[in-house]
């Protein structure tokens, strides 16, 4: 079909990560690529028409606003398939749904579960110094607690609603100690010994023996 912003051919393509639209050519004197959108997985290639080839083409599509932030919700594709984006969070589209299909109501269901999935188990409170916050997070490893880039991993009889601002900071200072103990090792240089090598003894000739 045709581009309805430009005019231009719509091509079907396939690329190292699955088939893909594209509208026009890239112009050999031009820097700037034309644009492209994934052809999800859902969709099959022998039921992609022009409906659903310039509903796709369409994308990135704003749902709204959301209620509390008035931030943009917004739905795309990526290398990845359909997603939800709001405020640098993203939320991956099951593939039982259709982007197409996909509500602001819908989107704000999907973000919250994103945002809730980030969200720490506990706030400790702030470290005095730094002024850092001291959180618990569920991990893929396990519960940890977190201070900047800092991360000790709790025990698993560990009881979170027990442990104390003072007692994690204990945990968290002894952690950041044994990463400034550790020094670079250093390679130890290997000196090759030179060995002399003996030159063969000459040989002594016979002495003649003298007449007395």
Do not use: M, W
């Not at 290997?190 to 060995?195: A, D, E, I, Q, S």
Request: hydrophobic share 35%.
């Amino acid at each position: 079909c045709k581009d309805t912003e430009t005019g231009k051919d719509v091509l079907l393509l396939v690329g190292p990560y699955g088939p893909y639209l594209q509208v026009g050519v890239q112009e050999e004197d031009s820097k700037k690529k034309p644009k492209r959108v994934s052809v999800p997985k859902e969709i099959s290639l022998s039921d992609l028409n022009e409906d659903i080839a310039l509903k796709l083409l369409s994308l990135p599509k704003e749902l709204g606003l959301h209620p509390e932030t008035e931030k943009k919700i917004i739905v795309n594709i990526g290398r990845f398939g359909p997603y939800v984006n709001y405020d640098g969070k993203f939320k991956s589209i099951p593939r039982s749904e259709s982007i197409f299909n996909v509500t602001l109501d819908r989107g704000l269901e999907l973000i919250a579960e994103a945002i809730a999935k980030n969200a720490p188990l506990r706030s400790l409170g702030n470290d005095p110094e730094e002024n850092l916050s001291v959180e618990i997070f569920n991990g893929r490893y396990g519960i940890y607690l977190q201070k900047g880039s800092t991360k000790v991993t709790l025990p698993k009889d560990q009881d979170i609603e027990k442990i104390t601002l003072e007692e994690a900071l204990i945990l968290i200072s002894s952690k950041e100690a044994l990463g400034k103990g550790k020094k670079k090792k250093v390679a130890k240089k290997t000196t090759v010994k030179k060995v002399a090598t003996k030159k063969p003894a000459a040989k002594k000739k016979p002495t003649k023996a003298k007449k007395i």
